[in-house]
């Protein structure tokens, strides 16, 4: 029997049938499971020679904090970076498989891959998951045609804007934007506003929290300053370490090993019955 | 592709065991343009004719030699748009495999995922095998690697070989100078030279490509100007 030569493309797209059973049992009273969501602060602005992407580095699952320094600023190709808040799974999966889909690209066509290359992969894929993909994503990067920044929301609606921000802590984060923002502005003020702007999501805002991410992408050149602000160190270490009462006996001194070493000579005689 | 009225293999066994249309394809290859491939004892080398139909044709929009994925490169012998194909498809599985495992892939583990397509055309309906033979030459943890994928799917590893009309000639050539611990350098002349032998007309920086791989494990086409740099040194 020949097996087909080219693989055929799954017809239709998602199947929905899952989602309509979860729906059903909702109804009938089944609490959801809740799932890790990034409850976050992710901002970005264009600046006089590109673009400054920010991120908080807090995970939540509901009221949990399940990961302190988690990574929210991905990479997608060598110019261009994408925060992702939302469900951490569905951002990480996305930004992944569209970074895979851009190398190609690059392969293909032998040039630097652009932002709105890398924006309409996004709005596709999201789009064609209805919604159900929940990753909210701020895009930013420079290629040929200079810098650019844009949000895109889960159901894959898409803005292009000077800065912007998404996440829990976004309304905090944007307030700060909107009173200190200008056009023009150079690295250094930049990345204080984005620095300021996170850290405001990360005080205000329950669901963000912990280090500020830092990404600064320019022409030809991009610097990731992975926990560039620390501002929740973990203060209250003991320096003067543990000490026992008197009755505790400390371990260390009663090991006694259980027997002497063992040496083993090849072919000697076998031992007498 | 694949619908019940063609899914009858068109490669079938002639009464003496052998497959002819991959004979066929094995003649295809042989009359297409010299390429070959040292490798070195740091680096590999992969140099292929580039002989245009005519010096009407803009001789840089051509790019004969490809990358698969930054530390791999490949030429082929024998027929340009079956090599365009393969070079996708490996680009991709080398991109998928990146996705699974997170690790850069093998030199072997793409040699073998490539013959692999190229057999499975050998075997599947309605579907005619690869006119072309490609060398791979690429630079991972195992170190410099040079492999030869033939039609039919088989492939071998080479420390020199060579493909396409020139090949009893060049491959002689190459056994004579090859060494073990060639520098990649050398390798380049030596691949220059052998191109030479075949050559019909003059060579120049502007009817051969050459593409390097060196410790720095980042397969690089040579631009025109740094093979001409290699044409003066070798003559």
Known sequence: MSKIAESVPPKGGFSF????????????????????KTGTTIVGLVFKDGVILGADTRATEGPIVADKNCEKIHYMAPNIYCCGAGTAADTEAVTDMVSSQLKLHRFHTGRDSRVVTALTLLKSHLFSYQGHVSAALVLGGVDVTGPHLHTIYPHGSTDTLPFATMGSGSLAAMAVFESKYREGLSRDEGVTLVAEAICSGIFNDLGSGSNVDICVITKGEKEYLRNYMLPNPRTYVSEKGYSFSKKTEVLLTKITPLRELVEVIEGGDAMEE | MGDSQYSFSLTTFSPSGKLVQIEHALTAVGSGQTSLGIKAANGVVIATEKKLP?????????????????????????????????????????????????????????????????????????????????????????????????????????KASAMGKNVSNAKTFLEKRYTDDMELDDAVHTAILTLKEGFEGQISSKNIEIGVIGSNKIFKVLTPSEIEDYLQEVE
């Open chain 2, 54 to 158: 005519s010096i009407l044709v803009d001789e840089t929009s051509v790019q004969k030699i490809q990358t698969l994925t930054p530390n791999i490169g490949v030429v082929y012998s024998g027929m340009g748009p079956d090599s365009r194909v393969l070079v996708r498809k490996s680009r991709k599985q080398a991109e998928q495999y990146y996705r699974l495992y997170k690790e850069p892939i093998p030199v072997t583990q793409l040699v073998r995922e490539t013959a692999t397509v190229m057999q499975e055309f050998t075997q599947s309906g309605g579907v005619r095998p690869f006119g072309v033979s490609l060398l791979v030459a690429g630079f991972d943890d195992k170190g410099p690697q040079l492999y030869q994928v033939d039609p039919s799917g088989s492939y071998f590893s080479w």
């Open chain 1, 17 to 36: 049938d899952l989602c309509k059973r979860n729906e059903m049992l909702v109804q009938k009273g089944l609490k959801q499971p809740s799932f890790l």
